[in-house]
């Protein structure tokens, strides 16, 4: 009897891990999407709501880190300043691999399409839930 016990205890607890897994990846891929609808029409503060909101916020890219939420969004701000160059976003995810309890790496790739010239490449990112919430804390794009 007490095996069975701990069988059923056992296997409730791994669909309870899984369940949060699931809910995890599932709000991850939300801000994502919710990151690309906020490009595509321009709000670029929008598209930082994905971002953890700190100085320690970091961003690799073309041989340069830069740290800060704002830093980052002026950069995006100087890069894209027209609908022409901000286009249509849309992301594929090849990968989400939990890293610890209250973080997950995700690996894919982005779909530029403008105006002036498609943009494709590649990222990295790590989110991390901050005060219940999940947000970016690096990202490592090319």
């Known amino acids: 009897m007490k095996s069975t016990t701990l069988f059923f205890f056992a296997l409730l607890t791994t669909i309870g891990t899984l369940y949060a897994q699931n809910s995890d990846i599932e709000t991850i891929k939300n801000v ?3 990151q690309e609808k906020a490009w ?3 709000d670029l503060e929008g598209f ?4 953890w909101k700190s100085e320690d916020l970091t961003y690799y890219s073309g ?3 830069t740290k800060g939420w704002q830093t980052t969004l002026g950069n995006y701000k100087k890069g894209y300043p027209t609908q022409a160059e901000i286009g249509t976003l849309n992301f594929k995810i090849d990968q989400i691999s939990k890293i610890t309890e209250d973080s997950y790496y ?3 790739q982005y779909f530029l399409v403008r ?3 498609d943009a494709n490449g590649t990222f990295m990112i790590i ?3 901050i005060n219940g919430e999940w947000k ?3 990202d490592s794009s090319c």
Do not use: C, P, T, W
């Open 106 to 108: 995700v690996m894919g």
């Open 40 to 42: 595509s029409n321009q």
């Open 127 to 129: 989110f991390k839930r």
């Open 48 to 51: 930082m709501e994905g971002y």
């Open 136 to 138: 970016i804390i690096a």
């Open 115 to 117: 105006d002036v010239g």
């Open 63 to 65: 041989g340069r880190i």
């Open 32 to 34: 994502l999407h919710n």
